[in-house]
């Protein structure tokens, strides 16, 4: 069972539109956008691991992410990602966390908390 004292830290969640525009109507490469507005999270830090990429070594943290469990939450996929928008100590303010796999499992059958594992510190920084 999850201790709700955990949730220290404050997520948004952002999904990617790649069929943005600017001001002018024009498309533009795509941008991230506030999918789910900013709710209480606990970031419990995992292992952490380095890769080769194009000869450079790249550390990567994985987090354990916890939600409560809403509606909205269960709409999240691999293809979106959190923004730390309060810090409780785990990651500064603005640090982004790539959603790796979702969720981990549902406390059933209260379903009271959603669990994800996300990833910080990918190469294209989103």
Request: hydrophobic share 35%; aromatic share 6%.
């Amino acid at each position: 069972m999850f201790d709700p004292s955990r949730l220290t830290d404050e997520v948004v969640v952002e999904c990617f539109d790649d069929m943005a525009q600017d001001a002018h109507g024009n498309e533009t490469g795509g941008e991230w956008g506030e999918l789910i507005e900013a709710q209480p999270a606990g970031l419990i830090a995992k292992s952490g691991g380095e890769t080769v990429q194009q000869g450079r070594m790249e550390g990567r943290l994985l987090f354990e992410v916890v939600l409560r469990f809403n509606v909205s939450n269960q709409t999240i996929t691999e293809k979106d990602r959190l923004r730390v928008s309060r810090a409780g100590g785990a990651l500064p303010i603005g640090s982004v966390l790539n959603i790796k796999h979702v969720p981990i499992d549902v406390d059933q059958p209260r379903r009271r908390w959603l669990r994800f594992q996300a990833e910080f510190g990918s190469q294209d920084g989103n």
